[in-house]
């Protein structure tokens, strides 16, 4: 059996928001609410996340045992699984994490992530390119369609997610965040990365990602630093 249930409607404004609601009325975990578009997605740090029909939108609500200063670990649970979905589509791309959660293919974001929390619980959200991209975005940007994926149905592509999240999921509650931790390593994105701060820009060379989930990055003057939240652009980027 599986360990999710999808309710899937034609269109919504937000699929977070739909599964925050049930949250909120106490909802068990394992729901999925998937949309066919979104009229009001959003993105990380309040921006909008265009969502017209063609690409995949989706919201699972997972209740984790954990301590709140360990959620946001949980973001790089779900970037691993989106990595094995796009791998499964792209058997031969070169597929990279970008810290904090970015996905890219050749380099290009492919999708995104929204974690949010509500009442306790975990609202994970899911945007994966399948056929559209935007041209404009603050990142360059594409989709499977665009890296020359074979097409599959989004129903296909929907079920790939979800069992590998519940997959790593399942080696986050076992082993905690090292497994998690060392195969996001193996995949990330390195070299030389601009992060936007709130009190201004820094650049530095990718020195890894610590037991908290910050990116650590190596300075001109040779300090190390830990970034908790930011932007990360490629230097020739922006
Ligand atoms: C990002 O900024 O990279 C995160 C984008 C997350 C988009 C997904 S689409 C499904 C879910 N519903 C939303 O409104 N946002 C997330």
Redesign the pocket.
Same mark, same amino acid.
């Given at each position: 059996m599986k360990p999710y249930r999808i309710s899937q409607i034609e269109a919504t404004?937000?699929? %977070?928001?739909d599964v925050k609601a049930a949250a909120e009325k106490n909802e068990a975990e394992g729901l999925v609410v998937w949309?066919l578009k979104?009229t009001?997605?959003?993105?990380?740090?309040g921006?909008v996340?265009e969502?017209p029909e063609g %690409?995949?939108?989706?919201?699972a609500l997972l209740r984790p045992k954990t301590d709140a200063s360990e959620i946001g670990l949980y973001s790089f649970v779900v970037a691993n699984a989106m990595y094995d979905t796009v791998r499964q589509c792209l058997p031969i791309a070169d597929i990279s994490l970008k810290w904090p %959660?970015?996905v890219l293919v050749e380099g290009q974001?492919i999708?995104?992530?929204?974690l949010e929390v509500a009442d306790g619980a975990l609202i994970i959200?899911?945007?994966?390119n399948v056929l559209h991209h935007p041209e404009d975005g603050l990142y360059p940007s594409t989709s499977l369609r665009a890296a020359g994926a074979e097409p599959k149905p989004l129903n296909e592509i929907i079920d790939m997610l979800l069992l590998n999240l519940w997959h790593w999921y399942g080696v986050m509650k076992k082993d905690g965040f090292s497994l998690v931790r060392e195969f996001w390593l193996k995949h990330a994105a390195t070299g030389l990365l601009k992060v936007r701060l709130p009190q201004g820009q820094i650049e530095g060379d990718f020195a890894g990602l610590d037991e908290n989930g910050r990116l650590k990055l190596h300075l001109a003057d040779g300090s190390e630093r830990a970034i908790a939240t930011g932007d990360v652009f490629f230097r020739t980027e922006t």
């Open positions: 404004s937000s699929t %977070n928001d949309a979104q009001a997605g959003r993105g990380r740090h921006r996340w969502s %690409n995949l939108y989706c919201s %959660n970015d974001k999708g995104g992530i929204l959200g899911v945007g994966l």
